[in-house]
């Protein structure tokens, strides 16, 4: 994120206005359109940081694209547009998903093999990572064939690596030096 602390900041003012309000459900399914939006294509980023687009427009055009959206986050959007803050609109948005997820007790966890995990592996690599951590695992399983063989472990702002190839690099520097 290119400005996380301001992101933050504003996810969390939409966090606890859509609590107040009861439309937390709603929020989240848009600012889960507008990360959608942001990684689907790169025009709606540029379309976002342009200076030359005057800020009405940006908000008419917004208010086309997301036609749809609650009450609650169309008066936001417009609001970060009027504060000139609508090139940070993605990053508040995957603030708020986190910070929504952290606040529920989900924790996202990242599983990276080289070949697809059986579910009873990956059971017990997540029963090991539930020890450390409370609330439910958002678990997200990628395949990197690249590792070789073992895994990669990813989860909050810890990662556990216990592929072959990191093991390899390993070895390769200890017997360089």
């Given amino acids: 994120m290119r400005s996380t602390k301001s992101a933050i900041r504003y996810a969390k003012a939409i966090i606890e206005l859509s609590t107040d309000k009861d439309s937390t459900d709603s929020v989240a399914a848009d600012m889960n359109r507008i990360i959608s939006a942001g990684n689907e294509t790169e025009e709606f980023q540029i379309f976002l940081n342009s200076p030359v687009i005057k800020t009405d427009k940006k908000i008419s055009i917004l208010n086309v694209l997301f036609s749809d959206f609650s009450e609650l986050t169309m008066s936001f959007v417009e609001l970060i ?20 997820k952290k606040q529920n007790g989900i924790v996202p966890v990242t599983v990276t093999s080289a070949v ?6 990956l059971d017990q690599i997540l029963s090991k990572l539930k ?20 895994f990669v472990v990813k989860m909050e702002d810890k990662q556990f690596d216990a592929s072959i190839s990191t093991q390899l690099n390993r070895m390769k520097q200890e017997l360089a030096n």
């Fill in 81 to 100: 547009a009027k504060n000139k803050r609508e090139y940070l609109l993605v990053d508040i948005a995957a603030a708020f998903v986190s910070l929504l």
């Fill in 131 to 150: 020890s450390q951590v409370e609330g439910d695992f958002e678990v997200t399983e990628e395949v990197d064939p690249s590792l070789i063989g073992g």
């Fill in 116 to 121: 697809k995990l059986e579910k009873q592996t």
